[in-house]
């Protein structure tokens, strides 16, 4: 039977510290709210602007609101919450993707014509979800949190109104993701049913005392089918290609990166912290079908959409490696390699949703020939995120598929290793296909390319400095994750619950 201590006793008002340890999350849905009411105010011209200005504030404090949230680690809200080196590690990316996208997407919205109002706050709200995610060790305020994001993702989604295909999209993602979240609480229901709990650090103590529960497996298994829709892992992953197709060019930059690093750290919480049984091979499997989907279905792309779809299927599978590594070596291998993925995967959705042009008319291979020699800058630009995700050195996406393939080899896992390194070399062509169509082809019709708005501009230079940044200084974010590591897997004393049989 599990009790908890007296001290651990829930108080009857929350200190004013627990507010301080939600801060980001305030801050987000305050200006959130904020744009909505301005929405009605403005006219159609002050829209764009006014409200994309308020949004991106929104973005920055609460990049500051993180900064001052991590001086106060600890637990808040009778122990559903916390604040450490691991979920501030995570704030900071998460809040940082939707700061680039918004700033990519000022330019998208004038061109495609859309009203910004609910765009901007649905951005907003939805990143409100991915950060609480990541600092939620409660699973039910874990469920809540990723419907917070995935709602706000569902209507995004579908947001180019004029384009059936962006209503299937839309509807497409709502109605397996409700199936995956389906999933996910279903598995948070057999869970308190074996442990009694569904308080992340008192799974872990009974599971890790005591003979597991049957019931135990399937809800891991279960809870792993709602994480993996999310991260877009093989065989959850049938979604990912359509989806987005048909989404917003800025959209799937934020999709392909923030909601799954707000996935990614729940999962590492629920495999590395929590000690789930079972998850060892529903990992590796999961890994290599992803790597290999991912891989071998973005060959044969000519939509580059729907190819870098494809990629973050294959890059999931990457990343998947490091959770099936010791937990002291893959914890901190998936945090370095989330936030290298982020930083060059937004910035290449940034490029294609410039060269999209009006109607996303200039979405395939063929649209980006001659690129080198029309827009020298935007193509070297793209060229800097294709080798990173290539994993080429001196950038980011180097040395995370270092860091992963090292954990994995220091863990034994010799076989999963070779396969990841293969299906590396065959996502090296179609990565450098696209390089090749940009500098030695030329275009039968050139697609227009606009000049670079001064928001473009700067999400871009963002971007790259964070892309370069990770490949040539890696150490200083290398450490940060491994003491977010240290901590997720190690909790002080001080700041989890007594627990005791």
Do not use: C
């Amino acid at each position: 039977m599990i009790s908890f201590a007296a001290t651990a006793l829930p108080q009857v008002i929350p200190q004013s510290s627990d507010y301080v340890r939600i801060l980001p999350e305030l801050v987000l849905a305050i200006f959130g709210m904020a744009v909505m009411a301005l929405d009605p105010l403005l006219g159609d011209r002050a829209t764009q602007k006014t409200l994309g200005a308020v949004g991106l504030l929104g973005t920055l404090a609460a990049l500051g609101a993180t900064a001052y949230m991590a001086q106060a680690p600890g637990l808040a809200f009778w122990d559903m919450i916390r604040v450490d080196t691991f979920s501030v590690f995570f704030h900071f990316v998460v809040i940082t993707v939707a700061a680039i996208t918004i700033l990519t997407s000022h330019e998208y919205m004038a061109v495609q014509q859309l009203r910004a109002g609910e765009y901007y706050a649905l951005i907003l709200f939805g990143t409100l979800g991915m950060a609480l995610m990541s600092s939620a060790v409660e699973l039910v305020l874990i469920f809540i949190a990723l419907e917070i994001s995935s709602i706000a993702t569902y209507i995004l989604a579908g947001f180019r109104r004029r384009f059936a295909i962006s209503g299937e999209s839309s509807l497409k993602y709502f109605l397996l993701g409700s199936f995956a979240t389906a999933f996910f609480l279903y598995g948070v229901a057999l869970m308190f049913g074996a442990t009694g709990s569904t308080n992340i650090q008192v799974i872990a103590h009974a599971l890790g005392n005591g003979p597991i529960p049957v019931l135990a497996y399937a809800a891991a298994a279960l809870m792993f089918v709602g994480v993996g829709f999310k991260v877009a892992a093989a065989p959850f992953h049938v979604w990912t290609p359509d989806v987005y197709e048909g989404a917003p060019a800025p959209i799937v930059g934020l999709m392909s990166t923030g909601p799954k690093a707000a996935a990614f750290a729940v999962l590492l919480r629920i495999v590395f912290e929590a000690s789930v049984p079972g998850a060892f091979w529903l990992i590796w499997i999961s890994a290599a079908l992803s790597m290999t989907i991912g891989n071998i279905g973005a060959l044969v792309q000519d939509n580059v959409k729907r190819l870098l779809a494809y990629s973050s299927i294959a890059h999931a599978g990457y990343l998947l490696v490091a959770f099936a590594a010791q937990p002291e070596l893959g914890t901190s291998a998936a945090m370095f390699y989330t936030a290298a993925y982020a930083a060059m995967n937004v910035g290449a959705f940034a490029v294609v949703t410039h060269l999209a042009s009006r109607d996303e008319r200039y979405v395939t291979l063929e649209d980006y020939a001659g690129l080198g020699h029309r827009s020298p800058l935007l193509a070297a630009t793209l060229t800097i995120f294709l080798l990173s995700l290539i994993g080429i050195p001196a950038t980011g996406g180097f040395f995370a598929k270092f860091y992963v393939f090292s954990a994995a080899l220091k863990a034994n896992l010799v076989g999963l290793t070779i396969i990841g390194v293969l299906n590396s070399a065959v996502g090296a062509y179609y990565y450098l296909r696209i390089i090749v169509m940009m500098y030695m082809k030329e275009s039968r019709e050139e697609a227009p390319v606009a000049p670079v708005s001064l928001s473009l501009g700067v999400g871009l230079a963002v971007s790259v400095l964070l892309t370069l940044y990770l490949g040539i200084l890696p150490g200083r974010v290398l450490d940060y994750a491994d003491e977010g590591a240290r901590q997720m897997l190690h909790p002080t004393e001080q700041a989890v619950s007594q627990v005791s049989p």
